[in-house]
C-alpha cells in the first residue's frame, strides 16, 4: 500500500530553519504531483507549497514570501521542504500529499488521494 512518511520537524526558535522530508512506497512517485499541507491548532488544514511530476514546476502558497522550498529526489522517491526564516505563526503539524493526473489544481487538497500522518513543527518566540 501507498505510505507517505514525514521526517524532520522539531522544535527551532523564531528565525531559525528546517527541512522536513517525506519518503514515499507503494506507488510510482515519479507520475505523481508532491505537495506540503499544515494545519495549525484550531485552523483548517492549508496548502504550503507543491512540485510537479514532470517539469518540476513549483507553487507556494502566499505566506511563503520565499522562505520555503520544495524539492524532490525521484531517484530516492522523496520531496524535501527546506524552511528559513521560521515564524511562530509558521507552528503547524505539516503533511506529505501525493496526488495523480487528476486535473485538480496543485494549491487543492482535494486532489490529494495520499497523504502522510504529519510532523510537528513549533516555532518560538
Known amino acids: 500500500q501507498v505510505q507517505l512518511v514525514e521526517s524532520g520537524g522539531g522544535l527551532v526558535q523564531a528565525g531559525g530553519s528546517l527541512r522536513l522530508s517525506c519518503a514515499a512506497s507503494?506507488?510510482?512517485?515519479?507520475?505523481?504531483?508532491m505537495a506540503w499541507f499544515r494545519q495549525a491548532p484550531g485552523k483548517e488544514r492549508e496548502f504550503a507549497a507543491a512540485?510537479?511530476?514532470?517539469?518540476?514546476?513549483?507553487r507556494y502558497a502566499d505566506f511563503v514570501t520565499g522562505r520555503f522550498t520544495i524539492s524532490r529526489d525521484n531517484d530516492k522517491n522523496m520531496v524535501f521542504l527546506q524552511m528559513y526564516s521560521l515564524q511562530p505563526e509558521d507552528t503547524a503539524v505539516y503533511y506529505c500529499?501525493?496526488?495523480?493526473?487528476?486535473?485538480?489544481?496543485?494549491?487543492?487538497?482535494?486532489?490529494?488521494?495520499?497523504w502522510g500522518q504529519g510532523t510537528q513543527v513549533t516555532v518560538s518566540s
Open positions: 500529499a501525493a496526488k495523480g493526473g487528476s486535473g485538480v489544481a496543485m494549491k487543492e487538497a482535494r486532489g490529494y488521494g495520499y
Open positions: 507503494g506507488l510510482t512517485f515519479s507520475n505523481y504531483d
Open positions: 512540485i510537479s511530476w514532470n517539469t518540476g514546476t513549483t
